[in-house]
């Protein structure tokens, strides 16, 4: 049985201000995501480390990220909604302006550790808000705003670097739309705690947490956002470096993929109401396939190209989905989807960095083969999920 959001009870505290800033938190997130692909040649040229030296600051970033994601709920418990976010918002502020001031590559290292500490709890304290008060419709507005951010960042990267600056403005301007999102949280704390019975409901630990469908979830999630990431972060570097693409064209590219990305996950908002979430899904990861399958053939560089922005409109609706369907196939959602967004950053660290070894000793064309593997272990996990005994019980 569907358990929905008891919009009652939201409706009952006024007018939900909230959201507004949740849409900015999520196009906040999204910018430095989508720099960081473009910049990295320009970081590594900087600080004199190799190809596969992303690896470093991803797992880091990501590492730090999977420890605290779990502890969202708990800090929301204890803390209220409002507190916790702000708090990670700061921390989240202090990191970005200590990436754009970073002296030396421990420094920048260090500081991806600060981002990663304060994005577990941002990321998986805003999940749990949008899947508890809201459905799957605003939950890809949500990450389509996301998905805004990673397109306006690799612009923004491109110009600032056409231009001659460097890496580190762009972050500095982060930072200060940072800043705003803080002031915003700050301004609507009180509004972030007053959750529905429901979510109160979702936010207790219990027993049944653990199963078989949460498992599967968990291995979907690393392959969700490694492969969102693996693209974001390596195809740049296979567009100068193999395809023989200019900076600039390979940045546009890249912008492409996000703007991809983000059209797939508004029109997932936009429809979300005349589908099953079966069907988008299927729809979803047949996609991808397809766009994927088309990169790796590249059978004219026009053709190669545009497999990115399909590949971005594939992906799009993954995550918010998996997300939104959290409620109603799981207990203690808010604690579930904590360990799913630590599953999330695990992959966003882990494969794109394992992926830098293999493009450094195989090659970069293996990038193509390699993301095909990735997607077909989601598809598998997804095949196996749709019958799983905990997922069929709670429809």
């Known amino acids: 049985m569907r358990r929905e959001p008891v919009a009652g009870k939201a409706a009952a505290v006024g007018p939900d201000t909230t959201l507004p800033v949740a849409l900015g938190a999520f196009f906040l997130f999204g910018l430095p995501d989508g720099l960081l692909g473009v910049a990295w040649p320009s970081m590594r040229g900087e600080f004199q480390v190799g190809l596969a030296a992303l690896g470093v600051p991803l797992l880091v970033l990501n590492g730090c990220y999977v420890l605290t994601a779990p502890l969202s709920g708990i800090l929301t418990n204890r803390l209220g909604a409002g507190r916790a976010l702000s708090g990670a918002l700061s921390l989240y502020l202090l990191g970005l302006t200590a990436v754009a001031l970073a002296p030396t590559w421990l420094v920048l290292v260090m500081a991806m550790g600060l981002l990663g500490l304060s994005l577990g709890i941002l990321d998986a304290g805003l999940n749990a808000y949008a899947a508890l008060r809201h459905g799957s419709g605003v939950m890809s507005l949500l990450h389509g705003l996301y998905g805004v951010g990673t ?95 200019s900076a600039s064209t390979a940045g546009i590219l890249v912008s492409l993929y996000w703007g991809g990305f983000t059209a797939g996950r508004l029109v997932a908002a936009a429809t979300a109401r005349f589908g099953t979430p079966g069907r988008l899904l299927t729809g979803s990861l047949a996609t991808s396939l397809l766009g994927i399958l088309l990169f790796w053939w590249n059978p004219a560089p026009e053709l190669g190209a545009a497999a990115l922005p399909l590949i971005g409109f594939g992906f799009a609706a993954l995550f918010p989905l998996l997300v939104a369907l959290t409620p109603q196939r799981m207990a203690s959602a808010r604690h579930a989807v904590g360990f799913q967004i630590a599953a999330g950053g695990l992959g966003a660290g882990a494969i794109p960095a394992l992926l830098g070894v293999l493009l450094a000793e195989a090659g970069l064309e293996t990038l193509g083969p390699a993301l095909l593997l990735v997607a077909l272990a989601l598809v598998g996990c997804q095949f196996l999920a749709a019958r799983a005994p905990q997922a069929a019980a709670s429809r």
């Open 151 to 245: 397109f306006v960042g690799p612009l923004a990267g491109t110009a600032i670097l056409v231009a001659g600056r460097g890496w580190r403005p762009t972050y500095l301007a982060v930072a200060v739309v940072a800043v705003v999102a803080l002031i915003g949280i700050i301004a609507t704390r009180r509004s972030w705690s007053e959750r529905p019975a429901a979510a109160r409901r979702a936010s207790r630990p219990k027993e049944s947490l653990w199963n078989s469908a949460l498992l599967l979830s968990l291995v979907s999630f690393v392959c969700v956002v490694g492969l969102e990431a693996s693209v974001g972060k390596w195809a740049f570097s296979v567009l100068i470096g193999s395809r023989h693409f």
